[in-house]
C-alpha cells in the first residue's frame, strides 16, 4: 500500500470547485489502496481530502505540529495522528513517512511544502514522484514561473522532469503510480561523476 502525502490549504473561504477536487482525491486514493499522508486539519482542502479517503475507506495519517494540536482544528477521523514538536519536524515526518507527494492549491504554507520536496528531489534527497493538481488553473502562474527561471538559466532545463503538473486527481495518481516519475534527475548523476 503506497502511502501519499498531500500539501494542502486549510482555509474556510475557498471555492466549491476546489473542495470537490480534494474529496474525489481523497476517495479515488482509499479506492486505489493508497494511505494519506497530511497536515492532520479538518478544514480546507486538508478536511476535504481527509473526507474523501474516509468515504472511501482509506487509511489516514495526520500530522499536526504541538502549536495547532487543538481539538476543533483536527480532523478527528484519523487512523493514525502524530504531534510534532514545530512545522519543520512536521514536514520531515510527512517526507519520511510518504513513498510520494501530491499538492493541491494551497497558500503560502502549501507552496513552501511543495517548493522544498521539488528542490529535494532536484538534489537527489529523494526519488519520490511530486504532482501538481493545477485546479481551475491555480497553479498556472506558478508553473509559467517555474519555465521563466528554467529559460533565464536560474534552474537547468532537466529540473522540471522531478514534478508534473497535472489536470486533476485521476492524472496525478496515474503519473505518481509511474515508474518512470521515480527515475532520478540528471543532475544527481553528473553530481556523483563530477566527485568521483
Known amino acids: 500500500m503506497k502511502a501519499v502525502c498531500v500539501y ?6 475557498l471555492d466549491n470547485i476546489y473542495i470537490k477536487e480534494a474529496e474525489l482525491l481523497g476517495r479515488l486514493m ?5 494511505r494519506l499522508v497530511f497536515g492532520g486539519g479538518a478544514d480546507g482542502l486538508m478536511g476535504a481530502v481527509a473526507r474523501g479517503a ?15 494540536n487543538v481539538k476543533a482544528l483536527l480532523f478527528d477521523g484519523c487512523s493514525e495522528l502524530h504531534v510534532t514538536s514545530g512545522m519543520r ?4 515526518k510527512m517526507e519520511s513517512l510518504a513513498d510520494a507527494f501530491i499538492a493541491l492549491p494551497g497558500g503560502f504554507g502549501t507552496l ?4 522544498e520536496i521539488i528542490t529535494l528531489r532536484q538534489l537527489g534527497v529523494h526519488q519520490k ?27 537547468g532545463k532537466g529540473a522540471q522532469d522531478v514534478y508534473r503538473i497535472c489536470a486533476g486527481a485521476e492524472e496525478a495518481l496515474a503519473y505518481i503510480s509511474d515508474e518512470e516519475a521515480s527515475r532520478p534527475y540528471i543532475k544527481n548523476e553528473l553530481i556523483k561523476r563530477e566527485k568521483q
Open 8 to 13: 494542502a490549504s486549510g482555509s474556510r473561504t
Open 30 to 34: 482509499a479506492q486505489n489502496g493508497c
Open 54 to 68: 474516509t468515504q472511501g475507506g482509506g487509511h489516514i495519517i495526520g500530522i499536526v505540529p504541538e502549536i495547532m
Open 89 to 92: 519536524e512536521r514536514k520531515a
Open 112 to 115: 513552501e511544502e511543495l517548493l
Open 129 to 155: 514522484p511530486i504532482a501538481v493538481i493545477n485546479t481551475n488553473g491555480f497553479y498556472s502562474g506558478l508553473a509559467a514561473q517555474f519555465d521563466e527561471t528554467v529559460r533565464q538559466g536560474f534552474a
